[in-house]
């Protein structure tokens, strides 16, 4: 063990060594020092090392004094980063040992690889010593009382700095020791060595002083200063001294970052609404900043005071804080709206503010609505309109085709269908060796009439002649139930073609009228030529296809579609009953729009 204390003691003299010289500049200070610092080196060496392991502290009554497991030379005041597990420190009492803090627990107490007395008190002088694994140190403490006739002055342990400016902390009572000038003083910033700091600090360690060029807000800190005292043995003498850096005194006036000056808030009447002031200030030692919200009501009686929650701290440094005040409004009245309402900050220079109105937010979606609801239905109506008049036709035709009709009424009608087709086809434009008019003028009445009982209407067949065509036609759809166009190429170049349009015109008079179209051949690709009415009722109306031997069957899929498109029954036979199709009645043509 008493190996290892030269070994300690050089290093710490070399610390020393390098501290002093920062101290001073001169060339023949240094030689001075060198001397000195030599002088004490030996000494140390001698007083302490050359003891068995006792090392002395002299503490001031009352101060913060802290002790670490080790000698009081190395370049830490404490190391909290160890384990306070591994040592283990004894209080002697002549030959008895205690273990401390014991039941001391309150003024006493072991951090990382120190004892710390927060306030110690001439009760704590004695022996102590502590045991790290092998090693054990002993220490003398003598903790000095302030009214001991011993020193007038023990100086100052509280030390206000003004932060951004220069400061001094000096070790106080150091006079009590010595008058020498140039004490080698050892300074620590709360545990670190201060020669550690200056190598990044601009400060200046100056006899018994630190200079500090510019105090930062981290400055706030206990600076602890050693200097030895030889009196038997070497003494430790430990001060702390406690930094506090306060604010510069030219403070401005607050600033009301939120909100903007004359600023109008929108709120919901009805709905409570809080008001919130964000001030920044100087933080000042002797004057709270004060923010208030108040309202006038512009009705004589002047300014009233909200309703305010407690301020909300934002942000603090040791120079400014922000802080939210707000104010309740339970519930936006009217009376709210007419209102001024005030945020109002003061500090000590002086006061600011700013004022505040209400608005009556619109209502969103409302507003959304009547802007952008009537533009919606214009939209949706005109696209509906442009679609109608576009397929008007289409629309109806299908709409005529799909809906069921109850087929009551028969007023009227004398036929169940009118058959259309060519009268005159030749047969090397039809691809079936059945022709459409051998389908219409014999297949149809053949099954439809001898089989089922329908009565058909045939131009061909039952046509007077002499009597006009266009007439005749007319005449003839609007007595029957349905109208059967049995179409091909052919038909749709001939004058048949006048049929089927006609049938589409009075499709639009005549709710009971259907229209069935039996196509022999696939219907030509290419319907251009055709008028825009029947183009376009051919493209969307559903026909029946018939093939030369589906015609000849009558249980074939041709005459089942066909027979489901007729009228569920057959007209009963009337009782005065014209037997031609063209007998009687005045021209309707007239009733007909043919546009
Ligand atoms: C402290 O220890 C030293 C040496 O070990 C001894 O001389 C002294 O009397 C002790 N003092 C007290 C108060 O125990
Ligand atoms: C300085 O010491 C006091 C007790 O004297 C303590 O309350 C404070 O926290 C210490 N400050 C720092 C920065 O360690
Ligand atoms: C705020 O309003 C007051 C009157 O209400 C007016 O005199 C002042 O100029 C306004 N300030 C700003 C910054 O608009
Ligand atoms: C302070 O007020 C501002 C608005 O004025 C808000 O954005 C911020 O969240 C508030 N902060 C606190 C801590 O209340
Ligand atoms: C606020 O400060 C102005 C000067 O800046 C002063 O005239 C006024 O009286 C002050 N208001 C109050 C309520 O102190």
Redesign the pocket.
């Known amino acids: 063990m008493s190996s290892r204390h030269p070994e300690t003691c050089f290093k710490t003299e070399t610390q020393q060594l390098h501290g002093v010289q920062e101290m001073f500049s001169g060339q023949t200070l240094t030689v001075l020092l060198i001397a000195l610092s030599l002088q004490k080196w030996l000494f140390l060496f001698k007083g302490v090392c050359s003891s068995s392991g006792?090392y002395g502290y002299k503490a001031l009554e009352g101060e913060r004094f802290v002790m670490q497991c080790d000698s009081p030379y190395p370049t830490r005041l404490f190391d909290k980063s160890k384990s306070s597990e591994d040592i283990l420190w004894f209080r002697?009492?002549?030959e008895t040992k205690r273990n401390v803090p014991g039941e001391d627990v309150d003024s006493i107490m072991k951090l990382g690889n120190s004892l710390w007395f927060p306030k110690i008190a001439e009760r704590h002088s004695?022996?102590y010593s502590c045991q790290n694994g092998e090693r054990t140190i002993?220490f003398?403490v003598d903790v000095m009382q302030r009214n001991e006739t011993g020193c007038r002055d023990y100086g100052d342990s509280e030390v206000t700095l003004v932060l951004k400016q220069g400061g001094s902390i000096t070790c106080p009572g150091v006079t009590c020791y010595t008058s020498a000038q140039n004490t080698a003083i050892r300074w620590y910033k709360n545990d670190k060595s201060a020669v550690e700091l200056m190598s990044f600090r601009d400060l200046t360690l100056r006899a018994t002083q630190i200079i500090l060029h510019t105090v930062y807000e981290k400055d706030s800190a206990n600076f602890t200063c050693d200097h030895d005292h030889v009196d038997g043995i070497t003494w430790t003498v430990r001060r702390t001294v406690r930094v506090t850096v306060i604010p510069p005194a030219n403070v401005n006036l607050p600033y009301i970052v939120s909100p903007q000056c004359n600023q109008t808030e929108e709120v919901d009447l009805g709905k409570p609404h809080t008001l919130t002031c964000k001030v920044q200030s100087a933080v000042e030692r002797n004057f709270n900043l004060s923010i208030t919200w108040l309202v006038n009501y512009h009705d004589n009686q002047g300014l009233q005071l909200l309703e305010m929650n407690s301020p909300q701290q934002v942000e603090r440094s040791i120079l400014e804080q922000t802080i939210n005040q707000s104010a309740q409004i339970q519930q936006v009245t009217q009376k709210h709206l007419g209102a001024t309402f005030i945020c109002w900050a003061r500090n000590s220079k002086g006061n600011a503010s700013v004022t505040v109105s209400l608005r009556r937010r619109p209502e969103a979606a409302r507003l959304i609505l009547v802007i952008t609801g009537p533009i919606v239905m214009m939209l949706v109506i005109t696209g509906l309109s442009v679609l109608v008049r576009l397929y008007w036709l289409e629309i109806y035709l299908l709409y005529r085709t799909y809906l069921p009709f109850t087929e009551t009424t028969t007023v009227g009608k004398e036929y169940d269908a009118f058959v259309s087709c060519v009268s005159t086809s030749s047969s090397e434009e039809e691809d079936n060796t059945l022709t459409g008019e051998e389908l219409g003028l014999y297949h149809l009445p053949k099954v439809l009439e001898q089989q089922c009982g329908y009565r058909l209407c045939l131009l061909q067949r039952d046509l007077v002649p002499g009597g006009a065509y266009t007439e005749d036609v007319l005449w003839s759809i609007q007595r029957s139930r349905r109208v059967i166009c049995v179409l091909s190429a052919c038909y749709l170049r001939s004058d048949s073609l006048f049929e089927l349009e006609t049938s589409l015109k009075a499709l639009r008079e005549d709710r009971q009228l259907r229209l069935i179209l039996i196509w022999g051949s696939s219907p030509p690709a290419r319907l251009d030529s055709l008028p825009p009415t029947v183009r376009r009722a051919l493209r969307v109306l559903p026909a029946i296809r018939w093939s030369s031997g589906e015609a000849a069957r009558s249980d074939s899929r041709f005459w089942k579609s066909l027979k489901m498109a007729m009228p569920v029954a057959p007209l009963q036979p009337h009782s005065v009953r014209t037997e031609s199709c063209l007998e009687g009645g005045e021209s309707p043509a007239s009733r007909f729009d043919i546009s």
């Open positions: 006792m002697h009492e002549g004695g022996n002993h003398l």
